[in-house]
């Protein structure tokens, strides 16, 4: 499939890049390992004037170890998190998310920024035109309609991105840039909620940095997946657990994040209120994944249906708490 | 001395270091001189009049060079059949699917001929469609053709010995059905073509085909040219699998694009175009009524099989009988009605699939284990008291000359533990099996025999011309392994001239698995013809008779006395001198009953031979998610002898991967309104080597009377039987007998869930 | 259509130094096939869901259908044509026509290739990470056996 025609830009450095990215505003796609958005360029869901390559920026490489925070660079493969031992002792949800993202050659290719800031999908929507001609034009394609849901008012396209839902479990922050300005903001703020326009970032801004704070005491984390194959395939329910114990055994604070469940992940607020002060135990777990049931949303739009998806939410809900428990640890 | 220094060993494939180099040459790969790109432009509606075409502003486009409609075809329908010919290749009237071909165009390169697409405008009168099977059948649905009423477009009966009898006697009788969408076949390779014609109007073509022979006379047909001038050439084929068997719009729109433009046509389809718009499996329901005695023993069939058949006939009246006719052969019974109804549908065309209707196969397997659990029979038992023998007659008159079906039970039995693990499983862990046959060919008309030309060269070796096609399942490799074998000369001694329309001669193709058997032979009589006349050269030269003699080590000797030898090239060059002729001349006309006809006549020998296939899976199965885990599997298969045996591994563990992991676990087309919502890897999910299970191959040998050196064909009554092993040991973990598949994990949650309320 | 700036690029493919002029909206893929004429590297589905595109850049498997070529410059590119040396095969690809690993042979470059970079980083995989490794690579023909059998025989001692 051929990609639509547009201009290359590749900037060497952050300061061109953000320069770049504000002359052609809105007219610019970034493209960093473009395991994501080359596809949505060849199905025409996109046509940007000009693509932008951010491969270059050696500064947004690396995965840094600071006093307060890990900070990951936002080119920093899958991969990489993948491998890093730091991850994988001290935020195992994360370095769990990207064992299973795609398969180990996309995830070779692909990049954490990408992975977080990869648009939502839907069966009715990422299609070539064998499928779209023809078809009503749906919300997400700038229609009134949905067609996975008869006579819905929005668009229930579905956020499948691994990381970001793994991510938030930690409370993790995003470092975007734009000329002249800096915005350090929640990963969960990045999104809308909003099938049609799922990201808040700017058109001008650049992620450029991941941190993860550090945590004290005992805790633990784990990423659960559901896919119907063992590789390739993107989530089709999800959920990131992390808890963190009192000196008595007792839970101290906790974040159940659920994914491939609606336009966002989604933090369960209801959760930390059901588990603090308990002890990490199933029939608490239960009560929470039954608050991760309640949030999601199950529409027939991928691989399998949605009722299906929406009852896996509990049970990846309930296993990624489970996960947590088990990789309980001290502090750093 | 061992019998053979070739044939029954694990030759390595002649093919495979050329695919392992990338030097192998597939279509798309190609490129001529002057070449353009060709693309189509498809029907986005499933039903619709086809009011105007006006292609005027996309001919305007600089650098096209070519645009075609059903205005550049003279009308005619195609059809595999006189009484199905019903699909014009650009369709004149109306559209009949979402993606079938309307027009078509060729330009200098691929971004000019997608841009004249844009400018094609197309008025269409849009009709009411159908899109199941019920619908389609429903008074007063919207007709597809006027030539089948009521949208059905092939009526298969069949009906032998006494059903109500065999009811009547019969000790438990059930009635269940069965269902399954459709399924894709999804070849490595998606479809490409490439055409030329010279200045003399010689059409030259490439594409991935399961028999040049079978390409070339529809292009003859369709472009009004003789059969001489249609030059189908060989290439490298990414896998059939059933699917390639006929001739593609694609093939006669490259090739009337190349005619009209003067140059060559290059079209490639993408992943997508490869699903939607070459061929489907069919989506099936299956009624299935069976009466047994106590002991289980099968007294009365009924079945009723409605098939999805989308929008064409292409093979219909085959496929609507084959799936019938694997089960026939697989399990005796003396009294079965059949009736098969293939139906139109607004869908894309479906054709003949490696694993025949898995609704089909697998009720029939399952409810098998239904009546041996009311009956207190264990599955694999039902199966042995069941299981065809050689010597048989099926209920539609094939003579069964050797059988192993018994031989493939109890072997993979024993090899899988079954008697060890059979209701003796903890919770959720099943084991199930599964048995089923295939034919190797079937009644052809003209196209039925294989022929073959030996050639040889003055120091020895030799050229072999036959019309078999490999389409990754090694056939290239059989062909040279038997001539060397006969000739008693090494695989590197011999050129492969073969699956083009130009020289070489008629053949069936890779079609319902013939091409060991039927194309083998013929192969194998041409070296017996060469043999037999250089034989006749040494015995004069040593003054014996031609019977002492052997071929081996490229040297003819004396079989008792193996000093005394001539090399092969001396005999040929002793031949060449005395202006004698020792090329080689070989065919094969299967023995089958040339009045049996799918429809009119479904009696009569169908094929020479069968070979019959038993798979036993186990799984766990994740009670939460739905999720199975498959932790072995065992194939056994009675392929009469293994030419190559590990070439016959692989087609066990594709046919594993294809029809049980992929089969029943996660293949399925995803419908919307006639759009296939899952055409390319992201939806249809062909199973990954994370996925698949360790599988033991059993190799069952009969020893076939008239297949060569005692073949038959390799792996397809595997890719059958594995489907139905997956959905009886999924059943059997769960304890609950499913009906429709394939058995994705959302519904062994809901069937663990029913069971427990 | 848009008029787009054409690019000269030097590409490292298998060791040679190839100049290119081309459009920026060529995948690494179309390049190696269309400019170059290593058409060894096949195209399966073109959304990188396949595995049969790939390629090594810098000795990792990457998929050319989802990679812009204008983005190659300066890299190390390995086809499948690249493997073989003075027309012998590469262990690897001896491996998998010993091994019968490829029967169609669309997926054999791509899982060649894949197989081949598994090797370079772990000379000694167990089956599990065999299989994990050349699990983006589809093969519709082979059920992955043999496959796995082929790379097996060049995993030297299992750990
Ligand atoms: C077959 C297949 C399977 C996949 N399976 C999964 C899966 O299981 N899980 C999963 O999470 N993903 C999956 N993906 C998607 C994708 O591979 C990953 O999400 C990958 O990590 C994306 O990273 P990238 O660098 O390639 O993103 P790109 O494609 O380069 O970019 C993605 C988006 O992010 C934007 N972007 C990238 N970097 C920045 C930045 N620094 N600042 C601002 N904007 C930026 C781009 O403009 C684009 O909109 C799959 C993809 C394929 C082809
Ligand atoms: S959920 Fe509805 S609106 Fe959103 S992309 Fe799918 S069909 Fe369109
Ligand atoms: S062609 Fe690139 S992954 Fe399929
Ligand atoms: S050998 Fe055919 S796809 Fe792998």
Redesign the interface.
Known sequence: ????????L?PSTVPEALSMLDAYRDTVQI?AG??EV??RL?LRLISPDY?M?I?KLRDLEGIVDHEQSIIIGANVSVNEIRDSSLLQHKYKAVAEAAFQV?????A??GTIGGNILQNTRC??Y???E??L???EVCHKRGGAIC?AVKGGKRCFSVYLGDMATALIAFDAQCVLEKSGARRTIPIIDLFTGQGTQPLSIESNELLTGIIIPKQNGAYGSAYRK?R???????PLASAAAFLALSADGKIAASRLVIGASGPAPRIVAGAPAALSGKLPEDADFAAAAEMAYELSEGVDNL???G??RK??VR?FAQRALQGARTDMKRGM | MEKFTLIGKNMKRIDTAAKATGEAIFSADLTLPRMLIGKALRSPYPHARIVAIDTSKAERLPGVKAVITAKDMCGDKWGVFRYTQDQQFLPTEKVRYVGEEVAAVAAIDEDTALQALTLIDVQYEALPSVFTIDDAIAAGAPQLHDAYPNNINVHVKIDVGDIEKGFNESYLVREDTFSAPEDAYFQGEPYAVVAQFDQAGNLEIWMPNAGPHMKAKPLSNVLKIPLNKVRVRKITIGGAFGGRSEISPADVICAFLARKALRPVKIVYTREENTVATRQAHALVTKIKTGVDREGKVLARDITCHMDGGAYSSTGPIATSVPFLCMEQAYRMDNVRYNGYRILTNKPIRGMYRVHGRAFACGIDIQLDMIGAALGIDPLTMRLRNARQTGDYTPTKSYVASCGMTESIVKAGEKSGWKEKFGKLPPYHGIGIGCNSVQTGFPMGIRGGSQAFIKLNEDGGITVITGIVDNGQGNDNMVVQIAAEELGLTPDDVQLISADTEVTPSDPGSYAMCETFIGGNAVRLAAQDVKKKLFRIVAGEFGIGVDNLTARDRKIFVTENPEKSMSIAKAVRIALSRNESISGEGSYWPNVDPKREWVKNPYGQLSETFSFGTVIAEVKVDPETGQVEVLEVTAAQDVGFALNPQVIEGQFEGGVAMGGQGGMLSEFLQWHEGRVLNPTQFGYLVPLAIDMPKINNIIVETIDPNGPYGAKEAGMSVAMSAAQAYCGAISNAVGVYFHDYPITPDKIVKAIEEKRN | MKEMKRYSLTLTVNNETHAVVTPPNRTLLEVLRDDLQLTGTKEGCGEGACGSCTVLVDGQPVRSCLTLAVAMEGRKITTIEGLAQGGKLHPIQAAFVENHAIQCGFCGPGMILTSQALLNDNPTPAEGEIRRAISGNVCRCTGYAKIVKAVQSLAGEER
Do not use: C, H, W
């Open positions: 499939m051929k990609l639509p025609p547009f201009e290359y590749e493209i473009g395991t080359v596809n060849k693509v390559n491969k795609a398969a180990p050659p996309l070779n290719m069966q009715f990422n299609q070539s064998i499928v001609k023809g078809l067609l559901l119907v194959r063992g590789s390739m395939d993107y691989a399998l249906p009722d299906y009852k896996m049970v």
